[in-house]
C-alpha cells in the first residue's frame, strides 16, 4: 500500500485500523516537523499536545481484545530507518529541558528514578511507531495492528507516558512560575531568604527557558 493509497477514500474512515493509523501517522509527521526546529517557540507545547493525541490511540490499542495477525510469522521489514539525525535535531532543540528523571515501573517498590531524555524517548517511540506503519502501508493490516499494540504494552506507551509526564512538568512550571530544582539556590552568595531565591529562579527559568520554548508564566 503506498503513501497515496493510505487515506484512499474507499477506506471507510470509521474503521478501527484506519483511525489508529491516522493517528499514528499525524504523531509521526508531526514529530519529524518539529525536530527541524523551524519554530523552536512551539516545540513543547506541540510535543505535549502530540504526545497526549498519540496516547489515545495507544490507550485504544491497549483496551481492544488481543489482535492476532494473519501471518504466524512477522514478514522481514529490512533494516529500520536511521532516526540518529532526528534525535539530534531533537536533543539540540530541547537542550534546556532534554532530561528528566523517571521510575520505569510504578508497581515495583523501592525503584530509586533514573535519567531519561526526551529526545531518546521521542525516537524510541517512533521506531516503534514506523515499524508498524511499514506493514500498515504494505496492506498487512492485521500485522500493523498486532505490532502497535504489543510494542504498546512492552516499550512505546510506557516511554510516551513518561515523555508526557516530562513536558506537562515543564509546561506546568513555567506557567505557574515555579522553578525548577536545578534553579533552587541561584545566587546564593547574595545572602537572599528562600523566598527570594525561589522568585528569582522562577524568573530565571521563564526567562532563559520558557521565553526560548515559547511558553509565558500566568499572570
Known amino acids: 500500500m503506498s503513501d497515496a493509497t493510505l ?43 502530540e504526545v497526549s ?9 491497549g483496551a481492544h481484545e488481543d489482535i492476532v ?20 535535531n531533537l536533543a539540540r532543540l530541547l537542550d534546556p529541558i532534554d532530561v528528566y528523571s523517571e521510575v520505569f515501573d510504578p508497581y515495583e517498590p523501592r525503584k530509586a528514578p533514573v535519567p531519561a531524555r526526551i529526545s531518546d524517548d521521542l525516537t524510541d517511540v517512533i521506531t516503534d511507531l514506523r515499524h508498524g506503519m511499514a506493514h500498515y502501508k504494505a ?3 492485521s500485522e500493523a495492528l498486532w505490532w502497535w499494540q504489543f510494542s504498546y504494552f512492552s516499550n512505546w506507551g510506557s516511554t510516551a507516558s513518561a ?3 516530562a513536558l506537562q512538568s ?21 545572602g537572599l531568604g528562600d523566598e527570594t531565591l525561589e522568585a528569582e529562579a522562577g524568573k530565571v527559568m521563564a526567562e532563559e527557558i520558557g521565553t526560548h520554548l515559547g511558553m509565558r508564566p500566568v499572570q
Open 163 to 165: 515523555t508526557l509526564r
Open 53 to 61: 493525541q498519540l496516547l489515545l490511540a495507544g490507550g485504544r490499542l
Open 69 to 88: 495477525p494473519e501471518e504466524r510469522y512477522e514478514p522481514d521489514m529490512g533494516p529500520e530507518p536511521d532516526v540518529d539525525e532526528l534525535r539530534e
Open 170 to 190: 515543564v509546561v506546568a512550571h513555567v506557567r505557574l512560575n515555579q522553578p525548577l530544582a536545578e534553579l533552587d539556590g541561584l545566587d546564593t552568595d547574595q
Open 7 to 49: 487515506h484512499a477514500t474507499d477506506r471507510n474512515p470509521d474503521d478501527f485500523a484506519v483511525q489508529i493509523a491516522d493517528q499514528i501517522e499525524s504523531f509521526l509527521v508531526a514529530v519529524t516537523e518539529v525536530a527541524k526546529g523551524d519554530e523552536p517557540d512551539s516545540a513543547v507545547p506541540f510535543l505535549l499536545l
Open 139 to 141: 496492506g498487512r493490516t
